[in-house]
């Protein structure tokens, strides 16, 4: 009923035209309604100043519509930091983009309509080819080799353990598989007949028993890691390794160490680090320089940097202060129409003096 609001339907048509500019005065509380309506057109990505403000404004929009809200995190660790980003956070990012890149996947969800991500996210640097990395995708009744899916999955970075207590882990007993992807609320545990899927069902980490309430017929579980430990990765860390020698005086976890490791195989964050660096793959330096040098990212139009290329209808910024928007519209240039929402002054005038 609300976006029948003649305003709203306004601000969707104005948006139509694809200005280069629209400002849009309203209360914090408005910017649900008013990106409701501009999603209406077509996809439409949310830009916010911090985490916290995406949080919300994705549950709010997820209220309104539903799974077609999804949100593009950004890493919670600092840059130069020896840390690498949580594997609920990896996932969902990677998540997002494979339904960006194939949106008439039933598996991963409706397709996406709003998009909200902060502007620190909008600036991070991402390794090449990250929506072109396969998942592992298993479905009942489909074949799948046993060893192969195995494999695959330690080559997404996932941990085997004797038991899955925490996401990015999986256990094998005999024909039974247990994995927990990043982006599942629950693990999953899928039983193998010979190369064939023949049941799967969810299961609690606390007691390790079946959840029947819960039904579930497939499984995609995305990589656990942004830069995979592949056999190009580790050829190019040993060439940039004779390169930058490990000295000394080095210090453990700087660039020569981490190359050093990343060459033999040990990941321990180095791999994390080194994307999040912009150390490893002269074409991530060169992509971080043009980006602080304003040159074009646009949005989601990140062909040259995940494999993907996104058109969205508008960019809508929801700053809470001043130095978001001008790291959100003057670091990067949009190709969309850049709607900027500004909550509405108000002033405080003095009360005047009562006669005596």
């Keep these: 009923m609300a976006l029948r609001d003649p305003s709203l339907s306004n601000v969707a048509r104005r948006a139509a035209d694809r200005p280069s500019d629209l400002t849009l005065i309203g209360p914090a509380s408005a910017r649900v309604f008013a990106a409701s309506a501009l999603a209406q057109a ?17 549950a709010e929009l997820g209220g309104v519509l539903g799974e077609a809200v999804a949100m593009f995190p950004s890493w919670e660790t600092l840059p130069h ?30 397709p996406l309509r709003v998009v909200v991500t902060t502007t620190r996210s ?70 193998f007949w ?21 039904a579930v017929d497939s499984l995609v579980a995305v990589p656990c890691r942004e830069l995979l430990l592949t056999d190009d990765v580790r050829e190019r860390a040993a060439k940039l390794a004779t390169e ?22 040990a990941a321990n964050g180095s791999a994390d680090l080194a994307t999040d660096n912009s150390v490893f793959d002269p074409e991530l330096t060169n992509a971080s320089v043009s980006m602080r040098q304003g040159e074009s990212i646009s949005g989601f139009r990140m062909r040259e940097k995940c494999g993907i290329e996104v058109h969205p209808q508008a960019v809508l910024f929801c700053p809470i202060n001043p130095a978001s928007e001008v790291l959100g519209s003057k670091l990067v240039t949009v190709h969309a129409p850049a709607i900027r929402f500004g909550i509405e002054r108000v002033e405080i005038q003095p009360v005047p003096a009562r006669d005596k």
């Excluded at 077509?42 to 994705?58: H, M």
């Excluded at 020569?256 to 990343?262: I, R, T, V, Y």
């Design 122 to 191: 909008l600036l991070q640097p991402m390794g090449p080819d990250l929506a072109d990395i396969e998942p592992v995708t298993l479905t009942v009744g489909a074949e799948a080799e046993f060893d192969a899916v195995i494999v695959r999955l330690v080559n997404l970075a996932y941990t085997r353990v004797d038991m899955v207590g925490r996401r990015g882990e999986f256990a094998v007993r005999g024909g039974i598989l247990d994995v927990f992807p990043p982006t599942a609320e629950h693990p999953v545990r899928v039983e």
């Design 244 to 265: 930058h020698r490990v000295q000394d005086n080095s210090v453990p976890g700087s660039v020569p160490d981490m190359l050093a490791k990343l060459a033999e195989g």
């Design 194 to 214: 010979g190369d064939e899927v023949s049941e799967m069902r969810m299961f609690s980490v606390a007691d390790q028993r079946s959840i029947p309430e819960i």
């Design 42 to 58: 077509g996809l439409l990505v949310v830009v916010t100043a911090t985490g916290r403000e995406a949080d919300d404004l994705t």
């Design 81 to 110: 930091e020896r840390l690498s980003p949580g594997v609920d956070t990896v996932g969902a990012r990677l998540m997002l983009l494979l339904r960006l890149a194939h949106p008439d996947d039933e598996r991963l969800g409706p």
